[in-house]
């Protein structure tokens, strides 16, 4: 099957996209609010979003430029520095920005 992406073809693309984005939060609210929520599944969901993130940095840091590679360094440096997210994001951010306009 295949959907024209131009025009109208687009607009149902996105549509198609939006709900099965809705379903697949929706459908996990649902399925959790069955589990209990003791210990065990508290460590796990502290654990799933360390691992997704690193899942998603992982290849930025060897696969990307130099300016994604000190982006990275910078962020992690300040993170452990301040022990906060925001500052340490817009100071990688910042470097990469410079990195690439210079």
Do not use: C, H, N
């Amino acid at each position: 099957m295949s959907i024209d992406a131009t025009a109208s073809g687009a607009w149902l693309l996105v549509l198609v996209m939006a709900v099965v984005t809705l379903a697949t939060r929706w459908g996990g609210v649902y399925v959790m609010s069955f589990v209990p929520i003791g210990y065990r599944v508290r460590q796990f969901i502290s654990a799933m979003s360390g691992s997704v993130l690193v899942a998603l940095l992982a290849p930025m840091a060897l696969e990307g430029d130099t300016a994604a590679r000190l982006a990275l360094l910078t962020t992690g440096v300040i993170m452990l520095l301040l022990k906060r997210p925001l500052p340490a994001i817009a100071a990688g951010i910042l470097v990469a920005a410079l990195f690439r306009q210079f």
